[in-house]
């Protein structure tokens, strides 16, 4: 963590304005890399040791998700790291444990002793869960296969676990652990949703060799018709709803045959995602991004689905873009998000779905 924030510190505090005619103190501009290697040779020994606990996992994502050396062309591969983070999970049991808190969800009433006993998992699943984020964005940024053994997830238990009782005081610490927590359940199921865009543009492009490589697919897709519309149309609709569920504000207006109905709405987690909602609107789009720029691998005859999904690209890479600037231009808030979501938007042109040599038909 010392290391993170060792990368942001010269840069923020040179464009922070002094409080009360103070600055921050300056550090020496060896301190960042001194910190970096530190905190490599940290994550190395986790390789050559056979003991372990839930923090070394954590640890490891951290350095998953911010790149100690941005611009230098080294540093980590995200996606490798992820991969050894998944793996020393396993070796403490995580699945299990999660195995467990997901059957006492399920069999339990809210405010029940069992129910109470979930708190005991409360940070086995919170890890476990970011693991799983950063595996799904960082497979479909690169291209990457993902990890198919470590599927189980419950978001859902774990997100009504941390709903129950009263909301706390705005600031407090326990509004921050919630804002983050809410914030990690809809990215895990924005990131689902993404796992199924890596499993259609598979389909797509070579269904018997995908079936094989995972024979999952084979009942995933029964019935289904491969069509790129098809795909279009499942995960826009899914993204949408997703969406509505998560980050939409705004109203819903219907006509009617008398008259023009306005209804203020405001999506059912918004309110408890706090400073992490324009974060989530970027995954958002940037999962908009990634599943209508498919269309460019499909050949050219006009088609109105194909302009709108063009049309759906466009919004959202310019959405985009504006998020960033605005945040440049106010609280530099996006320049401290993780590399994982700002390194898969960069890559997805050319790396999100499997290359198809010629094009696939409407």
Not at 124 to 140: E, Y
Not at 272 to 299: D, F, I, T
Request: net charge neutral; glycine share 6%; hydrophobic share 40%.
């Amino acid at each position: 963590m010392i290391a993170i924030a060792a990368r942001f510190y010269s840069r923020y505090n040179a464009r922070r304005p002094p409080i009360g005619g103070k600055a921050l103190l300056h550090i020496d501009p060896s301190v960042p890399v001194h910190l970096a290697n530190l905190a490599e040779a940290h994550l190395s020994h986790t390789l050559l040791r056979r003991r372990y606990a839930l923090t070394d996992v954590q640890a490891i994502l951290l350095l998953a998700a911010w790149n100690l050396r941005p611009g230098s062309g080294s540093g980590l591969d995200a996606w490798v790291v992820t991969g050894h983070a998944a793996r020393v999970s396993r070796r403490l049991g995580v699945h299990k444990i999660l195995a467990q808190a997901a059957e006492t969800a399920r069999n339990s009433e809210q405010g029940s002793p069992r129910w109470a006993k979930l708190e005991a998992f409360i940070p086995q699943w919170r890890t476990w869960l970011c693991w799983f984020t950063f595996d799904g964005f960082l497979s479909l940024g690169f291209g990457r296969p993902q990890s198919t053994q470590f599927e189980t997830v419950d978001e859902y238990g774990f997100l009504q676990m941390r709903l129950q009782g009263p909301l706390p005081w705005p600031g407090s610490a326990s509004s921050q652990a919630l804002y983050g927590d809410v914030y990690i359940a809809g990215q895990v199921q924005l990131a689902q949703i993404g796992r199924d865009l890596i499993n259609w543009g598979e389909m797509l492009a070579d269904p018997e060799k995908a079936i094989y490589g995972d024979p999952r697919l084979a009942d995933i897709f029964r019935d289904t018709e491969l069509s790129v519309k098809t795909m279009f149309s499942d995960l826009n609709t899914r993204l949408d709803e997703w969406c509505r569920l998560w980050v939409w504000t705004g109203e819903f207006s219907e006509t009617s045959s008398h008259n023009l109905l306005i209804v203020s709405l405001g999506s059912t987690y918004a309110l408890y995602l706090g400073p992490s909602a324009r974060v989530a609107r970027l995954q958002a789009e940037h999962m908009r991004l990634c599943l209508n720029s498919y269309v460019l691998k499909v050949g050219t005859e006009k088609d109105e689905a194909i302009g709108q999904c063009l049309r759906n690209a466009l919004n959202a890479a310019v959405s985009t873009i504006q998020t960033h600037h605005e945040s440049s231009q106010t609280d530099f808030g996006l320049s401290f998000a993780t590399d994982v979501s700002t390194l898969c938007m960069l890559l997805f042109f050319s790396s999100v779905l499997p290359y198809s040599p010629k094009p696939i038909v409407c």
